[in-house]
């Protein structure tokens, strides 16, 4: 890592630094990296302060991450990625660009689908509002997925 970027905190298990991932992945030596655990903005409906990126957008954005991804890792390393879904705006049904993400994941860029998590967190605010908790016709849900090369 560059001596102009200072990490937030090291431990003798190795050093944690804060900032645009993709910038600071590019500074990493290719085939260095054993496991790569994120959780990037959501495609979500509505605009957020971080800067989420529309549904249609989403896939082609989150492929260019996973490529640089791909070339840091090493052969027998990891990428653990949660992906949150979403609704089709207006409608009670699930979008599916999280995977379709996941296909170019595998298809495009090399990886492959290890396993997948789904996570029970009873205490989770309920969302979309309109279809879990007003009108009841769908439960909330999560899910995080590992990749390998």
């Known amino acids: 890592m560059s001596s102009v970027?200072?990490?937030?905190?090291?431990?003798?298990?190795?050093?944690?630094?804060i900032g645009d991932s993709r910038k600071l992945l590019a500074m990493i030596p290719d085939d260095s990296i054993n496991l790569v655990v994120t959780s990037p903005p959501f495609a979500l409906q509505r605009k957020k302060e971080y800067g989420n990126h529309?549904?249609?957008?989403?896939?082609?954005?989150?492929?260019?991450?996973?490529?640089l991804v791909y070339k840091k890792i090493t052969e027998d390393g990891s990428f653990v990625i949660d992906?949150?879904?979403?609704?089709?705006?207006?409608?009670?049904?699930?979008?599916?660009?999280?995977?379709?993400?996941?296909l170019r994941f595998c298809d495009d860029v090399g990886f492959h689908l290890a396993e997948e998590f789904?996570?029970?967190?009873?205490?989770?605010l309920p969302s979309p509002i309109e279809w879990v908790n007003?009108?009841?016709i769908r439960v909330k849900d999560w899910e995080l997925y590992t990749l390998v090369p």
């Open 118 to 124: 789904y996570w029970h967190n009873p205490s989770k």
């Open 54 to 67: 529309e549904q249609c957008e989403y896939v082609d954005w989150l492929t260019e991450f996973a490529e």
């Open 134 to 136: 007003k009108r009841k």
């Open 5 to 17: 970027v200072k990490p937030a905190y090291t431990t003798e298990l190795g050093s944690a630094y």
């Open 83 to 102: 992906i949150g879904g979403a609704y089709e705006k207006g409608l009670p049904v699930r979008s599916l660009y999280q995977f379709r993400a996941l």
